[in-house]
């Protein structure tokens, strides 16, 4: 099975400053999906941004951009301007072909004002 | 947009019960899936399902069971409920297709085992 590892259980940045949050997996597969996911507390989960595999242009959404390493198998989330509204747990997870999903243990961040 | 609900947000069972959480989503799609998630862990597969009364087991289906009747909804069953079955449940849904890959998230259940 393939995992993913998030090696940074917390993480804080200034308000208004730039973090990265860092995500590796193992895979065998040459054909697979990579998602950050954002969890605000007790609040639901939703989709921050996405990478598919084949696709060498690393994904960017408004503040979020990822620096995708397929040879290192490295999958980082970049965060610029953070905001209040950021403070929440990131899941990186995994998409195999197979359409199994595996996700990170997650990295709760904390936006200091 | 989609839209996932889950039928409680808080959940409290004695040992010994048999315990139903429902998952109910609203944009057709093939795919269901549910999930817990403990601090430090992650969130971790319990079963999954490609179609209706089809189901595959996940990482962790041992307690388990799914069903799933109708497209839209897709059930997780506590057959007897354990302390160690204390945690937050998550159900997601995603479409089938290549193109439309990404897992939409339930609010989630916090289920209390006492």
């Known amino acids: 099975a393939q995992t993913v590892t998030q090696s940074q259980p917390e993480m804080s940045v200034q308000e208004a400053e730039t973090v990265t949050l860092s995500c590796t997996y193992d895979t065998s597969e040459s054909d697979y999906y990579l998602f950050w996911y954002k969890q605000p507390p007790s609040r639901q989960m939703i989709l921050v941004i996405r990478?598919?595999?084949?696709?060498?242009q690393n994904a960017t959404e408004n503040r979020f951009s990822v620096n995708f390493q397929k040879a290192a198998k490295s999958f980082s989330l970049k965060i610029s301007d953070s905001q209040l509204g950021d403070a929440a747990m990131y899941f990186c997870a995994y998409r195999s072909a197979g359409n199994q999903f595996y996700f990170g243990t997650g990295t709760s961040l904390t936006v200091i004002p | 947009d989609v839209k996932v609900t889950q039928s409680s947000r808080y959940l409290v069972k004695r040992t010994g019960e048999k315990v139903f959480l429902e998952c109910v989503q609203d944009m057709d799609h093939e795919n269901m899936f549910w999930y817990r998630q403990d601090p430090g862990l992650g969130l971790r597969l319990i079963y999954f399902?490609?179609?209706?009364?089809?189901?595959e087991k996940g990482d962790i289906p041992e307690g388990y069971s799914v069903s799933r009747e109708k497209k839209e909804r897709f059930s997780l069953i506590l057959e007897s409920a354990s302390t160690n079955q204390t945690s937050m449940y998550l159900c997601?849904?995603?479409?089938?297709?290549?193109?439309?890959?990404?897992?939409?998230f339930g609010p989630g259940t916090r289920l209390t085992v006492t």
């Open positions: 990478q598919e595999a084949y696709k060498q």
């Open positions: 399902s490609y179609d209706v009364k089809m189901k």
């Open positions: 997601a849904s995603s479409l089938g297709s290549r193109e439309h890959y990404e897992q939409y």
